[in-house]
């Protein structure tokens, strides 16, 4: 695709709009025969911002204009990218007879806009249609962010500077799923890391939580992802476990999650283990239930092996469960989703996770020459909507929620909990209020002075990031500099 931009815009803000309506589309230096052409004006007086967007795809052509008018309701940022947005949302959904469900909204934290209106005094309904009419988000989808931005607020409260949490990765799988991006390893060579691997982990876990005692901060939620972390022995896991109880009081912990997620990677002697070191959360993730289904995108479990493991997880006596879903994956069918839905409701897990089907340009499914996006999303919409009227007559509500780029359909992930067993540190994580020191090859420690809003400050966020790798990981130092900075950082602002 290629941009003619003129006037104070962001392109990558111009892009990521335009892929709601072409996804997969790359955006080249040239114009090449087949691919959507924009042309994008935008002129700003010191009274009101004017953009006006023309649109070349096809053999045909359409355009819109849009104009604000200047009054103090909007920063001047703020205002052009919502002129920006109406202008291409306007003549790209004349064109392609398509209206985004959450209209100029691209980024990760669709709640975040409706967060700010609530902060700001804007009663439930309002922000309800300020989403609607500025952001051309569909009702159901402004309802929705709406709520889980209450639901967030409710739980997060009022955080204290002194409050962080802990993520620890995991980064290996027994399979690569054929949609997967993340940094997981499979092969029989890099599994064989994984001793080397747990041993310079544990290093770092006890060189981050020496940071956090020094510095007096209180640890609320420690979280274990992947990759899959029940790819470690039972012993191995021992050994990951007690490493973190050797640092901090888990039962003083709000909450400890162990993302076990492939079904068979789990076996009653690991559970046993969680559950003894004070695991309070496991995820059991069947993602369909369609055995068929979960052939084609590369899982090597059975819709049977995540009975067995979801049992065994009950059993343990771990008070909550998640099951993470995928709405959209190739060969699913809103008959087959509602199914695995109707049957994971009966199994009455605390949370369910659901997630539209995402594919990033490092997946397998690509270089598989499949055709994975899908503008409209096929049954993912009747999916996504079955899924949210079905968790709530069945008692859930939502309380998290993200989107990423190229998702089925423009949707969104979301996670539903029965009331008072929301995971604590998807919120935390995600609405940035205090700080994550993560441990492990690919974690980000993401350093967090937060500033509530009407304080007159702007929240301090810096990344600190480690080796992508495991097997870069292995060559460095066991986290001994990122704790220097860390206290750093802390000390430089009062600690």
């Known amino acids: 695709m290629k941009l003619h931009v003129s006037g104070e815009i ?27 052409v924009l042309y994008l004006d935008v002129s700003d ?12 795809y096809q053999g045909k052509e359409t355009s819109a204009t849009k104009q604000i008018v200047l009054t103090g309701e909007f920063t001047k940022d703020r205002a052009r990218k919502i002129v920006i947005g109406h202008a291409i949302l306007s003549a790209a959904g004349e064109m392609m007879h398509y209206r985004p469900s959450w209209g100029m909204l691209t980024g990760v934290r669709p709640s ?13 309904t309002k922000v309800r ?8 988000v569909i009702p159901k989808k402004a309802a929705l962010a709406t709520d889980v931005a209450i639901r967030e607020q409710q739980i997060i409260g009022n955080p204290d500077r002194g409050d962080c949490s802990v993520y620890i990765s995991i980064p290996f799988c027994p399979t690569r799923c054929s949609y997967c991006s993340f940094v997981s390893y499979t092969s029989k060579r890099l599994l064989s890391l994984i001793p080397a691997y747990l041993e310079l982990l544990c290093q770092e876990i006890r060189a981050k939580f020496a940071a956090i005692r020094a510095l007096g901060l209180r640890v609320l939620t420690v979280y274990i992802g992947g990759g899959t972390p029940t790819i470690l022995s039972a012993e191995q896991l021992r050994t990951l476990l ?71 997880a009950r059993q343990s006596g771990i008070d909550c469960i998640n099951t993470d879903l995928i709405v959209g994956l190739p060969g699913d069918k809103f008959s087959s989703f509602a199914q695995t839905y109707d049957e994971i409701l009966r199994l009455s897990p605390e949370n369910i996770t659901v997630h539209t089907f995402c594919v990033k340009k490092s997946a397998e499914i690509l270089r598989e020459g499949k055709r994975v996006y899908n503008l409209r999303g096929g049954d993912a ?49 995600m609405e940035e209020v205090h700080s994550i020191f993560a441990a492990g090859a690919g974690a980000v420690t993401k350093l967090v002075d937060y500033a509530p809003a009407g304080s007159g400050k702007k929240s301090v966020i ?16 066991g986290g001994k500099a990122q704790a220097e900075q860390i206290v750093q950082f802390y000390r430089e602002r009062g600690f």
Request: proline share 4%; with cysteine.
């Open 129 to 136: 249609k300020a989403l609607s009419s500025h952001y051309m």
């Open 381 to 429: 919409g009747k999916c996504v909507d079955y899924s949210q009227i079905r968790a709530a007559e069945a008692g859930y509500q939502p309380y998290y929620m993200y989107r990423q780029k190229n998702m089925v359909g423009n949707f969104e992930n979301v996670g539903f909990a029965k009331p008072g067993t929301e995971c604590l540190y998807n919120i935390y994580m």
């Open 462 to 477: 810096e990344r600190l990031f480690n080796d992508k790798y495991p097997y870069e990981y292995l060559n460095a130092d």
């Open 10 to 36: 962001n392109e990558y803000y111009v892009q990521t709009i335009c892929m709601i309506f072409f996804p997969g589309e790359k955006f080249s230096g040239e114009e090449q025969e087949g691919a959507p």
């Open 45 to 56: 007086t010191m009274d009101e911002i004017t953009a006006t967007a023309r649109l070349l």
């Open 112 to 124: 975040k806009v409706a967060t700010e209106l609530l902060l700001s005094g804007m009663s439930k």
């Open 242 to 312: 007690s490493t973190v109880a050797s640092c901090t009081d888990v039962s003083a912990l709000r909450e400890y999650t162990l993302e076990s997620g492939r079904p068979d990677t789990i076996d009653s002697e690991k559970m046993a283990i969680a559950k003894a070191f004070g695991v309070t959360r496991v995820c059991v993730n069947p993602q369909t239930l369609c055995d068929e289904v979960l052939r084609g995108v590369g899982r090597c479990h059975s819709a049977q092996d995540f009975y067995r493991a979801y049992d065994i």
